[in-house]
């Protein structure tokens, strides 16, 4: 079964709205990556939360973590067309065997 | 900077056939991996390596074999393919510890099987 499962599996929003896409993992984790995939491209690393933080900010991006309710949320804020993508949440276990899990992930459609 | 470089790109086999999938990292990480990603299901790990020499499964290893006999490359083989094998598959290395674990993805080898 999927470690990450990403809600909702499809988003449509204009361009400038806010985006706004859940993970929900089941186990305990060291860290939680959210990646994005251009079509026909390979995934590209976004950011990193360790199990410990709450949130973390890279440029438009927002990540918080809730461990209690095992759950992130990626905000990309101001969207732009070139957001267009489908965005993956990975966890990485924290027992000894340091796997990462990738979820189904969320196709974002930023219409211009 | 290349990064992560996966050959072919694409190819169409046979049922029964054989081939081999290249990768090759250029940033000297240690961990390197081979996912394949299908509608639905994510990215599932086939097998992984720690470093030169040493291969372990992952979640889907069966009808795969790999080999990592230098530190920047890392061989996905099928000895017979089978249809149930189409997929895009993904090659990605990472260092092995810390922040910088995350994870840099080839761009994918899209594999049809007749």
């Known amino acids: 079964s999927q470690q990450g499962e990403e809600d909702p599996q499809a988003l449509s929003i204009q361009e400038g709205e806010n985006a706004t896409m859940n993970c929900s993992y089941k186990?305990?984790?060291?860290?939680l990556q959210w990646y994005r995939q251009n079509s026909g491209r390979g995934l590209v690393h976004l950011i990193l939360?360790?199990?410990?933080?709450r949130e973390k900010h890279s440029g438009r991006l927002r990540v918080t973590l809730d461990t209690s309710k095992k759950s992130s949320s990626l905000l990309i804020t101001a969207s732009r067309a070139a957001d267009t993508a489908s965005y993956f949440c990975?966890?990485?276990?924290?027992?000894?065997?340091?796997?990462?899990?990738f979820g189904i992930g969320t196709k974002l459609q930023v219409i211009p | 900077n290349a990064g992560v470089t996966q050959t072919p790109k694409f190819r169409v086999l046979k049922t029964g056939q054989s081939m081999t999938l290249l990768c090759a990292q250029d940033m000297n990480h240690e961990y390197m991996y081979w996912y394949r990603q299908d509608p639905g299901m994510g990215l599932r790990l086939i097998h992984y390596s720690v470093g030169e020499g040493t291969t372990a499964k992952g979640e889907v290893p069966d009808g795969y074999n790999v080999s990592r006999l230098k530190k920047q490359n890392f061989l996905l083989g099928l000895e017979s393919a089978a249809p149930s094998q189409t997929s895009v598959y993904f090659c990605?290395?990472?260092?092995?510890?810390?922040?910088?674990?995350?994870?840099?993805f080839g761009d994918g080898t899209r594999l049809s099987i007749l």
């Open positions: 990975a966890t990485r276990d924290s027992g000894g065997y340091q796997k990462v899990t």
């Open positions: 186990t305990s984790i060291n860290n």
């Open positions: 990605a290395s990472s260092y092995h510890s810390g922040r910088a674990r995350a994870q840099h």
């Open positions: 939360i360790r199990s410990n933080e």
